[in-house]
């Protein structure tokens, strides 16, 4: 079986996949990809070079992520343009990815950790969705806390995705991880037993 994972910034994507993963399951994480093709000599890179300018790179040639974001997070347009480069690379690299992992692994259960699933249109990749939820006061709170960003650089960043709440309604699993660490791991003891893997 395989699931796509997502949720909104500063949801718990990253807590709920480790915890999947402790219970057996593999991760496929479509961040690690998307970092993968900005390194310097993959042709992504070089088609966001050519559209985004010179300054979006670093004197060594990798990517200047914060010069990238300051232009994307502002701009729907730039963002778009960004995804419209990225993801057809991305989307190709996780899809091969994951059927590796269930042809080689046909008995457990492949995890694939995509922030934009929803946004992206590709749910139906996977079985089933399971969106990890913390209410956006929530998202805010932790996303201006990790990142040390104000409260409008948080909330342009927490605006450039769907909202969490419409994340929630598309859901087929709903972890929620607006509470404790406990809470969150019941939830995942109780999906893991209700899958059958336990």
Known sequence: MNIGLTGGIATGKSTVSALLINKGALLVDADVIAREVMLPGHPVLTAVADHFGQAVLLADGTLDRKKLGDIVFHNP??????NDITHPAIRIEIRKQMESLEREHPNRLVVVDIPLLFESGLEHMFERVMVVYAPRVIQLERLMQRNQLNRDE??????SQMDIEDKKMKADIVIDNSGDAELTERQIDDFWIQSGYA
């Open 154 to 159: 948080a909330s342009a960043r927490i605006g």
């Open 77 to 82: 347009s730039q963002r778009q343009a960004l």
